[in-house]
């Protein structure tokens, strides 16, 4: 292998042009540049990222750690592009054309986890943590090691940078368009698993609204973990209750997909018999039949933003912590009822 040495001797310059030439310094003159790039192509010389990370206290890699929800059985979760999908995508674009890496960890919530998580810690220059991965306080103790930045995280946080969606404006506006424009009175929900931020806010948003409507009532309110299998299993408990309610709103598309195709394998319409909603607009609530009315996060943008704010937290640590909240909407389509799709 050509050593850094060799290239500058070929080119007849000095290490340190050879080193400004490689990370794109504006400090060297066109015509040399030109000939370091083609002495570089001609001896296919690759420099040793271990050392360029180690002379600038870097190591050109960030980390993404989330839970892994639910079960990987064969269903839309093996077939579609789903949540972290999106977000995994979004997050490579902006990393897209640097130096800096990607490096992302799953696992089920739990210590083993945790002890993962603090791992990682030591092989990257920042984190991006999906939902509570760890305790609020061991959180904040990693983020004052290393930088994080936490997606879906708590609103009040002052220790730690949050991006996240307006759960609680977009599941109002649901509960509003299902109330008010079709009048159903008896309102189900489908909560995602106790310990998810955005299944906190959304339960409590969707409890608010119907609250505030008199004469609905919000019953039963079921608890799933984001799949599409424990969408099928709440489906089944709702198909046993009379009077069953006559829609049923779900804390994520997933679930509302399980939901949707248990209730068409067991012979039950919809909207016909039972309205059903959901949240997160992924790509598969718009193929299914009828197509999913639900709320729309902007997976780009959150990705995009909280990336964003940890490689700039990567380059100043002592910036003043920030929490974003980016804008949802409602994607109204056929399974609330409506006839025909459309947007609000």
């Given amino acids: ?33 030109e000939r370091v790039l083609a002495v570089i192509e001609e001896l296919g010389y690759v420099p040793d990222g271990s050392a360029q ?14 839970l ?18 999106e977000l995994v995508h979004a997050v490579e674009s902006v990393l ?8 992302l960890t799953f696992g089920p919530a739990g210590e083993p986890f945790q002890r993962r998580i603090r791992s990682l810690s030591g092989k990257v220059d920042g984190l991006l943590v999906a939902e509570e991965v760890m305790p609020p306080g061991q959180l904040r103790s990693l983020a004052r090691r290393i930088p994080v930045v936490a997606i879906a995280g708590r609103r009040d946080e002052t220790e730690l940078d949050v991006v996240a969606v307006d759960n609680t404006a977009g599941m109002r506006a649901l509960a509003a368009h299902l109330i008010e424009d079709h009048g159903y009175r008896r309102l189900g929900f489908l909560a995602g698993p106790a310990d998810s931020p ?16 008199p004469g609905c009532v919000l019953a039963p309110v079921l608890e799933g973990d984001f799949s599409e299998a424990s969408g099928a299993a709440a489906a089944r408990t709702l198909l046993a209750l009379r009077p069953a309610p006559e829609v049923v709103a779900c804390a994520n598309d997933q679930m509302a997909i399980g939901v949707l195709l248990q209730f068409q394998g067991s012979g039950v319409a919809i ?16 193929v299914v039949a009828p ?15 909280a990336a964003q704010r940890l490689r700039a937290r990567i380059e100043d640590r002592e910036l003043p912590q920030h929490t974003e909240i980016l804008p949802t909407r409602c994607a109204i389509r056929a399974s609330c009822g409506c006839p025909a799709p459309g947007s609000r």
């Fill in 1 to 33: 292998m050509s050593t850094v040495y060799e290239v500058a001797d070929r080119a007849g310059v000095s290490t340190a042009t050879v080193s400004r030439v490689i990370h794109g310094s504006n400090l060297v003159r066109p015509d040399t540049r």
């Fill in 53 to 66: 990370g180690l002379s600038r206290r870097r190591k050109d890699i960030i980390g993404l750690a989330a």
């Fill in 68 to 85: 892994e929800r639910g079960t990987t059985e064969v269903g839309i979760e093996k077939t579609s592009p789903l949540f972290m999908d």
């Fill in 96 to 103: 897209r054309g640097t130096e800096c890496s990607l490096l």
């Fill in 198 to 213: 955005d299944a906190r806010e959304r339960l409590e948003a969707f409890r608010q609204a119907v609250a505030g409507h």
């Fill in 271 to 286: 909207p016909g018999d039972m309205a059903v909603t959901g949240f997160d607009d992924i790509y598969a609530s718009r």
């Fill in 291 to 305: 197509q999913l009315t639900t709320v729309g996060q902007p997976f780009r943008e959150l990705g995009h933003r």
